[in-house]
């Protein structure tokens, strides 16, 4: 896929020295704004676009930002990050998703053999890192859209504060239940995509790759019956199962994210490790009409073109569909963690890519 352009995010003093621009890990459209998050935070930015004399978006600016902890309960409080990994938006709600992974500590340079022994060993989880937000989408005075705590009989909810989180459904499932207690980037669970149809989400896993084969997950969340701010699971299908798998042969890839367009699914490809690339799309064609588990092999998922990527930085984690602000065609905007130099600006912005899908 060739970069057609790239425009610039620009994100206020306090996000910037968070380093939420840097650690971009989600973005999603929603008419002028879009919606990103970082995996470092546990915040929500909202950013507005800039047009010209043709009404072509020549940047995002207007920074938002809005905590999580001010809309639902968070498991460890609002000071711990929530490694938010994917935004969906459907139906007058947004959705914001953690990774639901532990994290194995990093080697610190400098370290001796045997501290450096010991951080291979440590295992931590972040408990905030395992919540499904559903938040209301409300007109603000300026006509822009809000996220906000209620608007009517609707309120922000959350998933996964009673032990009932994605994960702890999958305590008993044949093909994932070994992999809950591997940290993400050794092939465990890692949550990186999240798409919003009808009363689905559709959970896209990095990890873990099953003899190549990805894992997408299917749910149906709905209000609680007892709390209004707490989501519970309904049944998928006609069963009382609480969830589905699905798996796709996307080369040997896990799932970096996804994004619903019309009937279909883009899915943004990436390694389960730690590296670098390849980076690819494909495109699941007509999931708003698969109604049971499905094995879907490498034909039916067609590659519509590779990413660009760096040699450890420039990861593309986002990706999102540009309808009406580009002129005729759909495009794709990608948005990467740990940016080249390069993709830094001067006012302390970072560049995102505009791709053309094929036609």
Same mark, same amino acid.
């Given at each position: 896929?060739?970069?057609e352009r790239q425009v610039e995010l620009r994100f206020g003093l306090e996000s910037r020295e968070a380093g939420t621009h840097t650690n971009l890990s989600a973005v999603r459209q929603d008419g002028r704004c879009l919606w990103v998050a970082g995996d470092e935070t546990a915040t929500i930015e909202r950013l507005t676009a800039t047009l010209d004399a043709d009404g072509l978006v020549t940047g995002y600016e207007g920074h938002a930002t809005v905590a999580l902890a001010d809309l639902v309960d968070l498991p460890a409080g609002p000071d711990e990050e929530a490694d938010i990994e994917g935004l969906a938006r459907?139906?007058?709600?947004?959705?914001?998703? $953690?990774?639901?992974?532990? &994290?194995?500590? !990093?080697?610190?340079? $400098?370290?001796?053999?045997? &501290?450096?022994? !010991?951080?291979?060993?440590s295992v931590v989880r972040e408990d905030n890192r395992f919540v499904l937000a559903r938040l209301p989408l409300a007109a603000g005075a300026d006509g822009l859209p809000e996220v906000v705590r209620e608007d009517g009989d609707r309120t922000a909810a959350v998933l996964g504060l009673r032990g009932d989180s994605v994960t702890d459904l999958l305590e008993d499932d044949p093909h994932l239940a070994p992999f809950l207690s591997i940290p993400s980037k050794d092939n465990g669970?890692?949550?990186?995509?999240?798409?919003?149809?009808?009363?689905?989400?559709?959970?896209g896993l990095r990890g873990p790759v099953l003899r190549g084969w990805a894992v997408l997950l299917e749910i149906r969340p709905d209000t609680h019956p007892d709390d209004p701010r707490r989501l519970r699971l309904l049944p998928v299908g006609d069963g009382k199962a609480l969830y589905r798998t699905h798996f796709l042969?996307?080369?040997?890839?896990?799932?970096?994210d996804l994004c619903p367009q019309g009937d279909d699914l883009l899915i943004l490809t990436g390694p389960s490790m730690d590296l670098d690339g390849p980076v690819r799309v494909h495109r699941w064609p007509g999931i708003a009409?698969?109604?049971?588990?499905?094995?879907?092999?490498?034909?039916?998922?067609?590659?519509l073109g590779d990413v660009p990527y760096g040699d450890g930085d420039d990861h593309p984690e986002g990706l999102a569909v540009l309808d009406g602000l580009h002129g005729e065609g759909a495009r794709l905007m990608v948005v990467y963690d740990s940016p080249a130099p390069g993709r830094l600006t001067a006012g302390g912005g970072v560049l995102a890519d505009v791709v053309r899908l094929p036609e």
């Amino acid at each position: 896929m060739i970069v057609e352009r790239q425009v610039e995010l620009r994100f206020g003093l306090e996000s910037r020295e968070a380093g939420t621009h840097t650690n971009l890990s989600a973005v999603r459209q929603d008419g002028r704004c879009l919606w990103v998050a970082g995996d470092e935070t546990a915040t929500i930015e909202r950013l507005t676009a800039t047009l010209d004399a043709d009404g072509l978006v020549t940047g995002y600016e207007g920074h938002a930002t809005v905590a999580l902890a001010d809309l639902v309960d968070l498991p460890a409080g609002p000071d711990e990050e929530a490694d938010i990994e994917g935004l969906a938006r459907s139906n007058g709600w947004l959705w914001a998703i $953690g990774s639901h992974s532990l &994290k194995r500590k !990093k080697i610190k340079p $400098g370290q001796s053999g045997s &501290k450096a022994r !010991k951080r291979l060993a440590s295992v931590v989880r972040e408990d905030n890192r395992f919540v499904l937000a559903r938040l209301p989408l409300a007109a603000g005075a300026d006509g822009l859209p809000e996220v906000v705590r209620e608007d009517g009989d609707r309120t922000a909810a959350v998933l996964g504060l009673r032990g009932d989180s994605v994960t702890d459904l999958l305590e008993d499932d044949p093909h994932l239940a070994p992999f809950l207690s591997i940290p993400s980037k050794d092939n465990g669970i890692d949550i990186e995509g999240i798409a919003a149809h009808r009363d689905r989400l559709y959970i896209g896993l990095r990890g873990p790759v099953l003899r190549g084969w990805a894992v997408l997950l299917e749910i149906r969340p709905d209000t609680h019956p007892d709390d209004p701010r707490r989501l519970r699971l309904l049944p998928v299908g006609d069963g009382k199962a609480l969830y589905r798998t699905h798996f796709l042969d996307l080369g040997g890839l896990g799932i970096r994210d996804l994004c619903p367009q019309g009937d279909d699914l883009l899915i943004l490809t990436g390694p389960s490790m730690d590296l670098d690339g390849p980076v690819r799309v494909h495109r699941w064609p007509g999931i708003a009409d698969v109604d049971a588990p499905e094995v879907v092999p490498a034909e039916e998922l067609p590659r519509l073109g590779d990413v660009p990527y760096g040699d450890g930085d420039d990861h593309p984690e986002g990706l999102a569909v540009l309808d009406g602000l580009h002129g005729e065609g759909a495009r794709l905007m990608v948005v990467y963690d740990s940016p080249a130099p390069g993709r830094l600006t001067a006012g302390g912005g970072v560049l995102a890519d505009v791709v053309r899908l094929p036609e």
